[in-house]
């Protein structure tokens, strides 16, 4: 069990060509890319994503695992995807086939994929309708449909569940509570074992599209949740805690600075208590730390001490 956390807004991981927008999170191997591209670009709250064809291109496919983002060589057969989007434009494709989703328990070798399920959010911009498909042993099959009243040109929550033989979709607008039932639930068989996942988009699909044909969408933030854990709308935050003691074995107050150990980045400071030594701080942060001791007591001077430990 597990979750992961990616957000796109400025001053946080941003895009790069070989790892994708955020770190731990990983682009699968281009599959078709004589047919088929991604852009990215930075925005100010989060990154915008072109997928297209290329000039004159008729692409034979529907979802293309190459574009979709997920944690790098993770795989799972329980997982929950939650997606902040607004879609920016369909042009020259098709809606049911182009919107935004998610896929998961994916498996084959990078070059063919023959399995997996397809959780999208489809329709015209000005409405939305979700889609479930299945694809066994490379041949594609409907499970079903449904629509909703959400304008994806505002920004919008999508939350898609694969749970055992369940699988569901919900949508919601920015700034409204999330809905507590499933907007759509289907239940298939087909697909049991463990696999890849990630959420992404397949863009114009057809022929004939020019250059501009493709879907461009902004994506603010993504989670994943896996067997068990739920997709999670905030970082999920671990603790760095322990308890400060003089050299004389008492309990002691000093301020304790803590330290990104790969990049030396400050993630916070806290005091430990006077009386029992003790402190804690939260951070998002999954990596090692250093927690610096400060000793700025008058009379005799002891090194500052550092602490190497990994938030839990």
């Known amino acids: 069990m597990a979750q992961f956390f990616y957000d796109f807004k400025d001053g946080l991981p941003g895009v790069n060509s070989a790892n994708g927008p955020a770190v731990g999170l990983t682009r699968f191997t281009n599959l078709n890319p004589s047919n088929f591209r991604q852009e990215v670009m930075k925005s100010v709250n989060g990154i915008d994503v072109w997928q297209k064809n290329q000039d004159g291109v008729d692409p034979a496919f529907n979802y293309s695992i190459a574009y979709l983002w997920g944690p790098a060589g993770v795989m799972a057969a329980d997982v929950e995807c939650l997606a902040k989007l ?41 409405g939305y309708q979700s889609l479930i498909r299945k694809l066994v042993g490379g041949v594609s099959a409907e499970l079903g449909s449904g629509s909703a009243g959400l304008e994806k040109s505002k920004p919008a929550w999508f939350r898609f569940r694969l749970q055992g033989s369940s699988l569901s979709i919900k949508a919601w607008a920015d700034g409204v509570q999330e809905p507590s039932s499933w ?10 074992a463990p696999g890849y996942f990630g959420f992404g988009c397949p863009g114009a699909s057809g022929t ?19 067997n068990g854990d739920a997709a999670p709308s905030s970082p999920p935050l671990r603790t760095v805690s322990g308890i400060v003691t003089g050299p004389n ?34 951070t998002a942060y999954l990596g090692e730390v250093n927690c610096v001791f400060s000793d700025d007591a008058a009379g005799d001077v002891f090194n500052d001490l550092i602490l190497r430990t990994t938030p839990v």
């Open 183 to 192: 907007g759509q639930t289907v239940t298939d068989t087909s697909l049991t």
């Open 208 to 226: 004939g599209f020019g250059l501009s044909a493709g879907t461009r969408y902004r994506l603010f933030q993504l989670s994943f949740g896996t």
């Open 86 to 126: 607004v879609v920016n434009q369909y042009n020259g494709g098709n809606y049911t086939n182009d919107g935004p989703g998610f896929l998961a328990r994916a498996s084959g070798q990078p070059a063919d994929v023959k399995n997996y399920y397809e959780l999208q959010t489809a329709g015209s911009i000005g």
């Open 249 to 282: 074995g008492l309990p002691a107050q000093r301020v304790v600075r803590i330290y990104a150990r790969a990049s030396g980045s400050l993630l916070g400071e806290v005091q430990s208590n006077a009386g029992t030594g003790a402190y804690s701080f939260q």
